[in-house]
């Protein structure tokens, strides 16, 4: 499924370090602003232990992880949504992604300088939420002229839309973001239209030095970062970007004792790429099979002919049935003759909701 989370920030907070670490696709990270020029884009693999579990269990001939996709947007500025810096490419680009991965320095370095000459995590989350806001105000202003003129027509689309625009905008005049808005099931469709910045998802990652790392959230100013993003229901990831990168280098088992010397369970970029990836909706089945173990990602909701259409067209077009078991049950019994024996394994029909952690074999017919 092609859904990208674009990583964003002020200039010199660690975004190309991060996105280096992610990809190991060797973006430019300079200590200076626009080294990111053009969003560099990269697909990185969906960590997931059932993966490797349902090798060893298995052993098929290959195994393949399902994969994520991240952008690398350019540093934004103030009076970005004017044309400041890189203020326009950064708009066509960060509209182009389904999540805002929003890194955020939580670190004081002497030797990297900040683009406002002080480290204040709050300030520049500010910055970069209050130039969306004003892009959006403007999109807003534009089209709510254009539809208010249509919509004295009695035309019932642009009756509709106009209700939404005068919903928003006296949200983004008070400097808040679309996303603050319940909106209801038939409104959604209409605000998707828009293609407005402040819908998007937002995950807040602070970038602490490697000694903080271990503090997570107690250390300052990540707690000041995740008071921020409690407050507008969005997550918040601690990571230590440099040290990301060097951890991306390592194999598994240099990976694991850097981890454990620093203190950690787990790397943070393996949390961020499931926080990002979960942040969409997204969710992961299996197929399993002598030949090959693979994950697939589908949205969460999605009945089965529809997550098989994910494989193929030909399989939701000719969809009978699933025959299912869960990751869970298979993890404990072991062989999926023990499944079978032990009435787990399941036949599910076309209203079946997908799963997070299903192992599927669909049936169709075309």
């Excluded at 509209?95 to 683009?115: G, K, M």
């Excluded at 300030?123 to 202003?141: G, K, M, Q, R």
């Excluded at 369970?265 to 393996?270: C, K, M, P, R, Y």
């Amino acid at each position: 499924m092609a859904l990208t989370a674009g990583i964003v920030g002020l200039p010199n907070v660690g975004k190309s370090t991060l996105f280096n670490a992610i990809t190991k696709a060797g973006a430019e990270a300079a200590n200076y602003p626009f080294a990111t020029i053009d969003p560099n884009v990269g697909m990185v693999e969906v960590p997931d232990a059932r993966l490797q579990r349902l090798t060893e269990l298995v052993e098929p001939k290959k195994t393949v992880p399902t994969t994520f996709e991240f952008t690398d947007i350019a540093g934004i500025v103030k009076g970005a949504s004017k044309g400041e810096g890189l203020g326009n490419k950064f708009l066509s680009h960060i509209r182009q992604v389904d999540a805002i991965c929003h890194v955020v320095r939580c670190f004081d370095d002497e030797n990297i300088t900040h683009v406002d000459g002080k480290v204040d995590p709050l300030s520049d989350i500010e910055t970069i939420n209050l130039e969306l806001v004003l892009a959006d105000l403007e999109s807003v202003e534009k089209r709510h002229a254009r539809i208010a003129k249509i919509a004295k027509t009695k035309d019932k689309e642009a009756v509709a839309e106009l209700a939404i625009l005068d919903k928003i905008k006296p949200v983004l005049e008070a400097g808040k973001s679309a996303r603050s808005i319940e909106f209801t099931e038939e409104e959604l469709p209409i605000v998707k239209s828009l293609f407005l910045l402040t819908t998007k998802p937002v995950l807040y990652v602070a970038n602490v030095s490697e000694e903080e790392v271990v503090e997570g959230t107690n250390q300052p100013y990540v707690k000041l970062v995740a008071e921020f993003a409690a407050s507008e229901n969005s997550e918040v990831i601690v990571i230590c970007a440099r040290a990301e990168e060097e951890i991306a280098e390592l194999d598994e088992e240099e990976k694991t004792e850097f981890l454990e010397a620093m203190g950690i369970a787990e790397s943070g970029l393996d949390q961020l790429i499931r926080s990002a990836y979960h942040l969409l909706g997204l969710a992961t089945y299996f197929t399993a099979g002598v030949k090959e173990v693979r994950a697939w990602t589908f949205r969460q909701g999605m009945r089965a002919p529809q997550a098989a259409g994910v494989i193929h067209t030909d399989f939701e077009r000719g969809f009978i049935r699933a025959e299912t078991v869960s990751f869970a049950d298979l993890d404990a019994l072991g062989t999926m003759q023990a499944v079978k024996e032990s009435g787990k394994l399941r036949s599910e029909g076309k209203n079946y909701v997908v799963q997070d952690g299903d192992i599927m074999e669909f049936l169709f017919n075309v």
